[in-house]
């Protein structure tokens, strides 16, 4: 496993599939992930030639802090490029060629700016006052004091979901992103513990799942990827919000729980199987 010296917790030890708005999905593989089964495992389609070579390749998944995927190649700064952290094994005689195909497919792809926010969808604003009394009036104003109802639900998710932090540092001068302040990140357990559905309904396509799943899941700062996720934790992370997100939308009657759920762990690079949504139905989270 190759460690970056910016971000030793960046490299994802599974096989993931890279899923970008305009180019084929990339497939490189690596060594079994820690929960990786028939039920979840890191999404994957066929991989292009290019990928199917015998390297001994560990690749390395990142958000930047706008939830744009971020990957390297050589560990070097590529302005434009797509970088993938690879190993190759000494003994092989011609992996140096290889590795030159995989780097001229790399390079030919652009990782496209972030989205900007959907249209009129819903902005959650709050500031320092609201994050240091955990209040949580600003979603209540748009999803109810525990869960909104099948129409409201409906408008949430069609309309989605948007954060605005207004946070003023102590220090003007703190480099900290704001996913890396424990009162921010505390306001966000709150929201999560009370609204464990709540991912389904963000702005997927600016960004606004990967910077909520930053607040929650053990990650680093790197001035080259961005955020960097602890990946065993984002595959938990993951896990658990297929339990909640399917039951919720399964309970408020919204149509295609499953795909919804799937499409979901896709923007964090996982796939769920049909059988794990087999499972939760036999042993359902809230029986009635």
Not at 5 to 27: E, G, K, R
Not at 193 to 211: I, K, Q
Not at 267 to 288: R, T, W
Request: glycine share 4%; charged share 25%.
């Amino acid at each position: 496993m190759h460690k970056d010296t910016d971000a030793p917790m960046a490299l994802a030890s599974t096989s993931i599939s890279i899923h970008h708005h305009h180019h084929p999905h990339l497939i490189l593989p690596s060594k079994p992930s820690l929960l990786q089964s028939q039920l979840f495992a890191p999404f994957s389609h066929k991989p292009p030639p290019v990928a199917r070579s015998k390297l001994d390749v560990s690749l390395s998944v990142a958000f930047n802090p706008s939830g744009n995927f971020d990957l390297t190649l050589t560990g070097e700064d590529q302005e434009d490029s797509w970088s993938v952290h690879a190993h190759l094994s000494k003994e092989e005689g011609d992996e140096a060629d290889r590795l030159i195909m995989l780097q001229g497919y790399f390079k030919d792809q652009q990782v496209a700016p972030p989205l900007p926010p959907t249209k009129g969808r819903f902005d959650i604003v709050i500031n320092n006052d609201l994050i240091r009394r955990l209040d949580l009036s600003p979603v209540e104003a748009i999803a109810g004091s525990s869960s909104p109802t099948n129409v409201e639900s409906r408008k949430l998710l069609d309309q989605t979901v948007g954060f605005t932090i207004n946070y003023e540092r102590e220090d003007p001068h703190d480099p900290r992103e704001l996913s890396e302040f424990p009162d921010i990140r505390l306001w966000f357990v709150r929201l999560d513990a009370s609204y464990p559905w709540f991912p389904v309904v963000l702005d997927w396509r600016a960004g606004e799942l990967a910077r909520y799943a930053a607040m929650l899941v053990p990650h680093q700062i790197s001035t080259r990827l961005g955020i960097v996720f602890n990946p065993e934790a984002l595959e938990l992370f993951v896990l658990n919000k297929a339990f909640h997100v399917y039951s919720w939308l399964k309970q408020q009657e919204l149509p295609k729980p499953r795909l919804k759920t799937q499409d979901m762990a896709r923007m964090l690079g996982f796939g769920l199987d049909e059988a794990l949504f087999d499972l939760i139905d036999q042993c359902p989270l809230h029986p009635s």
